[in-house]
C-alpha cells in the first residue's frame, strides 16, 4: 500500500491500519520523514520512550551487530501490549539497505513476531533500493513517500503553529517570512517556533513587515549561530569561542546542538538543490541564508556532501539526546559536538 495523498496519509498516521505490520517512510525531506514516523509511532504504542515495548535502531546499530533488528522484531512485549521496532537510516548503504530488506520479508511473511510493527525512517531510496521493491509489493506494508512542501503547505503549517500560540503575522510579513524559511521540515518547524517565541506566546500581537526585518537580523549576530556557522567552516577555534560567548549570555548546551542541526538543514537545502542544477546562490536564498552569510554558506555547500551531512546530523541527534539526559554536562556534550563538525569540515578542505 503506497500513499502519496495528503488525507490518505493523515488518516493513517492518525488511525493505522491493523493489517499493517510494517511501514516505511522515506524521501529527501528528512524533518518531514522524521515527523510522519514520529507521529505514527505514538498512534502504534502508549509510550515511545518504554523501553520494554520499543526499540530504536540505526545504521550504525546494524553495522555492529547485523542480527540485532531480526532479533527485536522477533521479542515480544514485556509488558503484553503491542512491540515497536523503529529504524532510522541515515545513510545510503546497498549492505544496509539489503539486510532491511531481508528482515522485513521475514517479518511481514510472519517469521518473527507477527504482532510487532515495524516503522522505518529512510532517505530519498532510489528506485534500485531492494528495501523500497520489497515494500511497495508487500500487502502487510504502507509505503509513505515524503515529498519538499509546497508554498502553500509551508504557508497553513506557519499559520496554525502561530495561531497555537496566539500570534500572527500581517499578509505581506507572512509572504517575506516564507521565503526565507528553510525548505525541510524540521529546521522549518524550529524557525516558526523561534518567531512565536521573538513576538510573545499568548499575547494576540501581530507582526508587521518592520518587526519581523528586526527578528530577521537576529540570527546572524547571534552567538550560537555564528558558532555553528564557524564549526561547518572548519573554524574549531571561534566555533568553540562563540559557543562559550553563547553559554555566558545564558544559553544551553542544547540549544546549540539545535543551532548547529538548523544550520546542517540550511546546508543540506543547499547542496540538494546545486546537485539538481540551481545556481548556488540562489540555492543560499532558497534555503534561508541571510545576505550576509550567503558567500560563506555557498563556501561551505561546496565542500559537504550529503553522505557528509548525514554522519553529521546522526551524530547532532545522538548530542541532542545525551544534552537532554537528566545530569548530564550538556556545555561540554555540545561544545564536543561542535568541535567533531570543525573537525569533519578540516578533513574536507575547509
Request: hydrophobic share 45%.
Amino acid at each position: 500500500m503506497i500513499l502519496k495523498r495528503r488525507p490518505d496519509i493523515d488518516r493513517f498516521l492518525a488511525r493505522p491500519d491493523a493489517s499493517v505490520r510494517a511501514t516505511l517512510v522515506y524521501g529527501r525531506d528528512r524533518g518531514v520523514v522524521r515527523e510522519r514516523a514520529e507521529q505514527l509511532a505514538r498512534a502504534l504504542v502508549p509510550n515511545i520512550d518504554d523501553p520494554f515495548d520499543t526499540a530504536l535502531l540505526t545504521d550504525g546499530d546494524l553495522e555492529a551487530d547485523p542480527a540485532r533488528l531480526e532479533g527485536e522484531l522477533s521479542a515480544l512485549s514485556m509488558m503484553g501490549g503491542r512491540r515497536l521496532v523503529r529504524l532510522r537510516l541515515h545513510g545510503e548503504k546497498s549492505t544496509i539497505d539489503r539486510a532491511v530488506a531481508e528482515a522485513l520479508a521475514a517479518h511481514v511473511e510472519g517469521r518473527l513476531n507477527p504482532d510487532a510493527a515495524f516503522v522505518i525512517e529512510a532517505g530519498a531510496l532510489g528506485r534500485e533500493s531492494g528495501l523500497r521493491k520489497l515494500a511497495e509489493k508487500a500487502e502487510s506494508v504502507c509505503v509513505i513517500p515524503c515529498y519538499e512542501d509546497e508554498v502553500g503547505d509551508v504557508a497553513r503549517m506557519t499559520r496554525e503553529a502561530l495561531r497555537d500560540d496566539n500570534v500572527s503575522l500581517t499578509s505581506e510579513a507572512l509572504e517575506i517570512f516564507l521565503s526565507r524559511l528553510p525548505k525541510e521540515r524540521g529546521v522549518a518547524r524550529q524557525e516558526i517556533e523561534r518567531l512565536a517565541l521573538f513576538i510573545g506566546p499568548g499575547s494576540g500581537a501581530t507582526l508587521g513587515v518592520a518587526e519581523l526585518e528586526e527578528f530577521l537580523g537576529v540570527e546572524p549576530d547571534a552567538s550560537l549561530f555564528e558558532a555553528a556557522n564557524d564549526a561547518f567552516g572548519g573554524r574549531p577555534g571561534p566555533a568553540r569561542s562563540g559557543l562559550v560567548r553563547a553559554l555566558e549570555e545564558g544559553e544551553t548546551g542544547p540549544a546549540a546542538v539545535r543551532a548547529a542541526s538548523q544550520h546542517l538543514g540550511k546546508l543540506r537545502r543547499i547542496v540538494t538543490l546545486a546537485r539538481s542544477g540551481a545556481d548556488m546562490k540562489e540555492a543560499a536564498k532558497a534555503a534561508g541564508v541571510f545576505w550576509k552569510q550567503e558567500r560563506e554558506m555557498q563556501r561551505q555547500a561546496r565542500s559537504w556532501s550529503l553522505s557528509e551531512l548525514d554522519g553529521v546530523q546522526a551524530d547532532l541527534l545522538e548530542a541532542d539526546r545525551a544534552c537532554k539526559r537528566a545530569g548530564s554536562p550538556d556545555a561540554l556534550i555540545a561544545e564536543r559536538a561542535l568541535l567533531s563538525v570543525a573537525a569533519r569540515a578540516r578533513r574536507l578542505g575547509l
